[in-house]
């Protein structure tokens, strides 16, 4: 004989949405023993009360199951289906039988060799040096100045300056809103210094632990800067020649400035750096500290600038000079680089591979064009 189900309560549930897993709670009026409980959900929630979010989208009928949604019971011997009323088997989720059959495959080793990974990292570089070929290259105007900017990291005196957008992002704010987050630069040119900007909404990019020099890309946030100082060198090469360098500008640990120049190609070098992992090695002929000689200002709002002496990076700009050359920030957690950003180089997803965030791509820059105010 069939089991004589009760109703013992009828209740609204409140529409919680978008709160995670709410409760609904559905109090008796008086002390119940059962053999089982079922719930059912029989209307659908109030359109007119819904969030904005729900309102009208009702996924073709589908946003919500009427009919069974719980079936608990003591079953004793009986099987797992006793629990579920025959009326309900078309609405109520199917239930999967034969999981104790499941067996684990045998192991098969894959075999992936040292030329496919490289491959596959190249895949990422051609795909990007594919863009550029296809939409051109920009141009970040340097602008040369009578009078230098204050580095006090207030900016003020950048609002006419040729800003690049290294970044857009949609920040979340409340529990609803939202706010576009863009990071953008400039640079500009004025004496004897190199002075670059950069807007952002992050007021700690800068942590980072510095404890190693060499690998200041793989312990947080910085700024970063990619030049090709040599107007004679090809516009469209692939690895780095001599006068591409790499600047990188953060706080180490909070405290004090640190920045290092990375120069791949010093002819002379007899002992370069080598950034390698199981894959590859990647290696730079010169990595110096050169904190002393850059001067680094930031706002509480995530606005910073820093200039750097034009004889450090042996760059000898002129009105109207074309170079190549990149902007751009890494994120990080305080100890660890989580994410890089550039201006025009995008095949920069990869932060877990050492090689690969040591290389400069000279290919995926962009032009550099000195004149202007």
Known sequence: MPPAWRTLKA????????????VNWVEFDQPVKARAVRLRITQPADEAKSHP?????????????????????????????AAAPRAAETVHPPIVDGLETIRRLP???????EQQLAAAQQYFVDSAAE?????????????????PPKVDGRLDDWADAAWVTIDQRITKVGDWGSRPDVTSAAVALAGDRLYVAFRTS??????NTGESVPMLFKTGGAL??????????????????????????TMAKG??????LYRPVVPGTKEPAAFSSPVRTVKIDRVDDVSKDVELAADKDGSYEFSVPLAVLGLKPRAGLMIRGDVGILRGDGFRTIQRVYWQNKATGITSDVPSEAALAPLLWGRWQFGGR
């Open 107 to 113: 192991e098969t080793p894959l075999a992936v060799t």
């Open 202 to 207: 992050d007021p700690a990019l800068l942590r």
């Open 53 to 81: 979010h729900v309102k009208g989208n009702t996924k073709d009928g589908k946003r919500v199951w009427l009919g069974e949604l719980l079936a608990l019971e003591p079953l004793a011997d009986r099987p797992l289906e």
């Open 11 to 22: 209740a609204p549930a409140a529409n919680q949405y978008p709160r995670m897993l709410p």
């Open 224 to 249: 970063d800067l990619m030049i090709g100082t040599s107007p004679a060198a090809d516009p469209n090469r692939r690895e780095p020649v001599e006068g591409d360098l790499r600047l990188l500008v």
């Open 255 to 260: 405290a004090r400035p640190l920045a290092v």
């Open 131 to 147: 863009r550029v070929r296809r939409e051109g290259r920009d141009t970040l105007l340097v602008a040369m100045r009578a009078a």
